[in-house]
């Protein structure tokens, strides 16, 4: 059974910074997209940010337009964990934030990926 495990999020003053983690436990996802999505509040669940690896040590990372810059996505295969960590946050970040697994192609369609979290809130202050 797959398990995604949400952990970090807050309450932060705009400025600040967070640092979400994403536990994968029941399969490995080395080479499948493994991606962030957030949900405020009266809106639809959006992309975040996706990474991917290449089989090696070269990973591809992926960013709505709206973080780029201020989050970064990455990776702990051995840990079999993914990270978000989020800077400069802003009010319209707050959110709950959904870890997703197993995504083949498309890393910004949340359609593509198999597993997902519980989510956990993210809240930014101003």
């Known amino acids: 059974q797959v398990q995604l495990v949400e952990s970090g999020g807050g309450l932060v003053q705009a400025g600040g910074s967070l640092r979400l983690s994403c536990a994968a436990s029941g399969r490995t996802f080395s080479s499948a997209y493994m991606g962030w999505f957030r949900q405020a509040p009266g809106k639809e669940r959006e992309f975040v940010a996706a990474i991917r690896g290449s089989g090696g040590r070269t990973y591809y990372a992926y960013y709505a337009d709206s973080v780029k810059g201020r989050f970064t996505i990455s990776r702990d295969n051995a840990k079999n964990t993914v990270y978000l960590q989020m800077s400069s946050l802003k009010p319209e970040d707050t959110a709950v934030y959904y870890c997703?697994?197993?995504?083949?192609?498309?890393?910004?369609?949340?359609?593509?990926?198999?597993?997902w979290g519980q989510g956990t809130q993210v809240t930014v202050s101003s």
């Open positions: 997703a697994a197993g995504g083949r192609q498309y890393y910004s369609r949340q359609e593509d990926y198999d597993y």
